[in-house]
């Protein structure tokens, strides 16, 4: 199966963040069958402290890429798919046009399967979020990644303050809504807490709480290894104060596993979210 996924991507000139972002669950998604398709390319126009993702200028747009991403997805007979991207901010919508196109042609060619999203903050304007609300995914995910007093270094360019109005925004138009954060690059204790609550006050509905690993020596340290303990004990604090769905482990990432996830929310895929 990992051949059969590596040939479909490569075949499609897709991109994954599986490869991008040098994802430790590659090799395990990928013999299952599944891969999350990163699309508006392969260059990031922000220089995150985490990712591993390529940061410059992107010079071109790949307008056919909808339709290869739908054509790609529809030969894996996925269920569930999980879409994500770079920052695209020299772009006057984010990439939002892009997102929009793609969403409908995933759902246009495999009328099943249900969707999820993860997106960036499109600088909180709530015109270009709207443009990919309405194409209808059935799951909107926008990583708030660590807390308030980390999120400088961690996202210089993104704000934590943005990114929890951009999950309001999206769980009041009726969306589906899910964030994550990554623990051990420098938080304490109580900080995460205060996140946890403050992403549950923002609507958001499924959370995933993973170790941060440093891709290479140019990014941030590892502050800390989470021990499963602990990450257990903050699955047991984020059901407590509302999430519906929650993974937390070492290994999770924001889609690992994301068909299982979306499975505990009543009534998943069983109709069109509302916008």
Not at 146 to 161: G, I, L
Not at 205 to 222: A, E, H, N, S, W
Request: glycine share 10%; net charge neutral; charged share 25%.
């Amino acid at each position: 199966m990992f051949a059969e996924v590596r040939r479909i991507v490569e075949g499609h000139e897709l991109h994954t963040v599986c490869q991008s972002a040098e994802c430790p669950n590659m090799g395990e998604c990928w013999a299952r069958g599944t891969a999350t398709f990163m699309i508006l390319g392969n260059v990031c126009t922000r220089a995150c402290g985490f990712c591993a993702v390529a940061t410059g200028l992107p010079t071109e747009l790949d307008r056919d890429e909808p339709g290869r991403v739908a054509e790609a997805v529809a030969l894996m007979r996925l269920r569930h798919c999980v879409i994500t991207s770079v920052n695209r901010d020299e772009l006057s919508d984010g990439g939002a046009g892009i997102w929009a196109q793609t969403i409908r042609a995933v759902k246009s060619a495999s009328p099943s399967l249900t969707l999820e999203t993860l997106t960036g903050d499109f600088k909180g304007r709530r015109e270009h979020l709207d443009q990919v609300l309405e194409a209808g995914p059935d799951i909107y995910n926008h990583n708030l990644e660590t807390v308030e007093r980390m999120s400088r270094a961690v996202r210089p360019q993104a704000s934590y303050e943005r990114s929890l109005r951009v999950l309001s925004w999206a769980a009041d138009r009726g969306a589906l809504t899910k964030s994550g954060l990554m623990l051990g690059i420098g938080e304490r204790r109580s900080e995460i807490g205060d996140s946890l609550r403050r992403l549950r006050d923002a609507g958001v509905r499924i959370l995933t709480l993973g170790q941060y690993l440093q891709p290479g020596k140019q990014y941030l340290p590892v502050d800390r290894w989470v021990t499963p303990e602990e990450f257990a004990e903050w699955k047991g604090f984020a059901e407590g104060i509302g999430f519906e769905s929650v993974a937390s482990g070492p290994m999770v990432r924001s889609s690992y596993h994301a068909d299982e996830s979306a499975r505990v929310i009543p009534g998943f895929g069983t109709a069109a979210p509302k916008h």
